[in-house]
Structures are given as structure tokens and as C-alpha cells.
């Protein structure tokens, strides 16, 4: 394998995403696999807050198995950021606060009807 070489710094695409790390292409011939531990020095619950399938990123070669064209590969080592700072979890609808401004008056009543009712 003469074409890399161990501390290369090269583009890959990211062609696969599994919970354990990030597929990634380097030609035609060429691919390896940035561990979930060599995306970023971050926490990382989803790769995908970091990469996608299609991303191009520049990646570091960390090892050449012998035998093998499956690299080792590091994107920490050569990016700052790739967080994709993607919303989660919540979703806003269309009508926001509003359900609970409505609702509130009606709960607040109740409650202090409940605490009169102990007293």
C-alpha cells in the first residue's frame, strides 16, 4: 500500500453510520473507519450530530492494517468543529405557549380550590 501513508491528512466521505463510529471512503479503492472515540474530544450520544452519510471531511489516517484497504481513521485530529448543532427532542407547534396560557387560569383555580378545601 503505497498510496497513504500512516499521518496523512486527507478528504473521506462518509458513507456509513453506525452506532460505533463513521464509514468513510477515500477513493475508489480506499476506506476505513473514524471510531466513535476519533470523532471529537466532545461526548458524542449521536454520530450523526457530528457527520452525516455525504459529509466530506478531512480525516487524519491513524493506521494501515497489513493486508487491508480499511484504515483507521481520526477526524478529531484534524477538526475543530463538526457539530451539526441540530435541534432534538422538542418540537414547536404552531401554536406555541398558547395551549398552556389557556389552560392556566383553569389550573391555578382548581389548585387554590384544592388548598381552600384543606384549610
Known sequence: MNKYKKG????????????YGAFAALDEEYS???HISE????FVREITDFVEVGDVINVKILDIPNKSNGLKLSAKAVNN??????????KETVFGFYLLKTA??????KKMEEIDKKN
Do not use: H, Q, S
Open 8 to 19: 496523512d491528512i486527507v478528504k473521506a466521505k462518509i458513507t456509513k453510520i453506525e452506532n
Open 39 to 42: 470523532i471529537t474530544d466532545k
Open 81 to 90: 468543529n463538526l457539530y451539526k448543532n441540530k435541534k432534538r427532542g422538542i
Open 32 to 34: 476505513g473507519l473514524i
Open 104 to 109: 392556566l387560569p383553569n389550573w391555578i383555580k
